[in-house]
């Protein structure tokens, strides 16, 4: 059952402050003059900028088990001491271990024409010295399913499914079954190899990697997603009726596991210490991915709201504030489940949890699970936000894919929706820079990421 987050937001109610509101607000100031000083100083503020760029100087990208993965434990403990937070440590966690290697894709008949691409992370390999073969469109899983078996015996996949713009997460949603699960269905029909078009938007010529999952007993397939305007090209030399052959060069490494970590901060509580707000974001990246948005900005998102809402008050925070920085979000969700298996006799006292793992856009929504039981908590945080320019919808908060493992056992969540109409031209792909985050956008949605763990 929710619990309730109604003693934990309860406020004096003050007059609406007169004096002028921060550069990126979007109407008068919160009611609360804590809060109001608070988002003032995060519009403000730089910490967050400063710390996606230290992240992506410094580090770059930190996939599951590599250098760049130990390297980013040791900048993010540095990161939340520096931050100041009451204690900073350290969860092992076990990740499996996956080495990208060559990928390369050629047509060869009826034009021959060299595509970008790059392999799908859990993705085998091809026999020695490459596989030649025709290539088959299917649009999508549910087609590919609807193929008699064997059907694409000698024959190489092509999943050509274009992802939707929309401005939430279905247009993303209905399209990533073509990676998460198109290769292990082709695999099954009989297919030497699939390659997908990539889960994203826009005309960049970047591929999209990401995370392809196997059926259980079958040995990994090679697979591999084509950057967008690739795929549009072999789609129409197949559109075109000549048989299509292709030459494919995949080569990974399957090497085991190895052993992450998630790393926690915590500010204790001065009110309520055995409440935990709970500001979640994972610490890994793509390893091909500098991992800016995905998810640097949620890094330094998580660690400034916290060190904003913690330091409102000269006293320190009400509740106690942890902040947990994932390992292995990308390629299984080991940090999320460790947790969770590790605190799973804790969860009573989460009295709310949340995640960044959207990029680096600003704010515009706030949903909650909880409205139901507690409209009066719900309606409260809604007000705080309001002035950000933050407005409650309908619909419940399910907390992103690193709260899946914590979500089932009852506890309250908060979403906040963010502008993402760019995010999914640079998800997952070298072009995950920081040139493509808005320092503005950062600073709003920190400001209502720290309005919520206040
Ligand atoms: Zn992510």
Redesign the pocket.
């Known amino acids: 059952m929710t619990r309730s987050l109604r003693p934990a937001l309860c406020f004096a109610a003050v007059a609406v402050l007169s004096i002028p509101f921060g550069a990126g607000a979007a109407g008068p100031a919160p009611s609360d003059p804590e809060v109001a000083a608070m988002q003032r100083q995060a519009l403000a503020g730089e910490r967050t900028w400063q710390l996606v760029t230290s992240l992506v100087t410094e580090v770059g990208p930190r996939f599951a088990g590599t250098p760049g993965d130990a390297q980013s434990i040791a900048w993010a403990e540095r990161a939340l001491r520096e931050a100041g937070f009451d204690r900073v440590w350290t969860e092992p966690v076990t990740v499996p271990r996956w080495i990208r290697g060559t990928a390369t894709a050629e047509i060869l008949a009826p034009h021959a024409r060299r595509l970008e691409v790059v392999a799908l992370g859990g993705s085998g390999s091809t026999p020695p010295g490459g596989i030649e073969a025709e290539v088959v469109e299917v649009f999508d899983v549910e087609a590919l399913e609807a193929l008699p078996e064997g059907a694409l015996a000698g024959r190489i996949a092509f999943l050509s499914r274009p992802m939707e713009q929309r401005a939430d997460w279905t247009g993303y949603g209905e399209a990533v079954p073509i990676r998460s699960r198109g290769p292990a269905v082709a695999a099954r029909k009989g297919a030497l190899a699939t390659l997908i078009r990539s889960v994203a938007i826009g005309p960049d010529r970047f591929p999209h990697t990401g995370a392809t999952r196997w059926e259980e007993g079958t040995s990994p397939a090679p697979t591999a997603a084509l950057a967008v305007p690739d795929a549009e090209l072999l789609h129409r030399q197949l559109a075109a009726g000549a048989p299509v052959r292709m030459r494919l060069v995949i080569e990974n490494e399957h090497a085991g596991e190895a052993v992450s970590a998630n790393v926690i901060g915590e500010f204790r509580g001065r009110e309520r210490p055995g409440e935990v707000v709970l500001l979640v974001a994972?610490r890994d990246s793509w390893d091909i991915a500098p991992g800016a948005q995905?998810?640097g900005t949620?890094v330094a998102t998580m660690i400034e709201a916290a060190r904003l809402a913690a330091t409102a008050s000269r006293q320190g925070p009400r509740r106690t504030l942890r902040v947990l920085l994932t390992a292995n979000?990308?390629f299984g969700l080991s940090g999320a489940r460790a947790y969770a298996a590790a605190h799973a006799a804790e969860t009573g006292s989460i009295v709310l949890a949340t995640e960044s793992?959207q990029g680096g856009g600003r704010a515009h929504g706030l949903l909650v699970n909880f409205a139901a039981e507690d409209a009066a908590a719900s309606g409260e945080l809604a007000a705080l936000l309001a002035p950000l320019g933050v407005a409650l919808r309908s619909g419940e908060a399910g907390g992103g894919?690193d709260l899946s493992p914590l979500a089932p056992l009852g506890v309250p969540l908060v979403d906040l929706d963010l502008e993402r109409a760019r995010y999914f031209e640079v998800h997952h792909t070298i072009n995950d820079t920081l040139e493509r985050v808005v320092p503005a956008d950062l600073r709003q949605a920190t400001a209502a990421w720290a309005t919520v763990a206040w």
């Open positions: 994972h995905d998810n949620g979000e990308e793992d894919a």
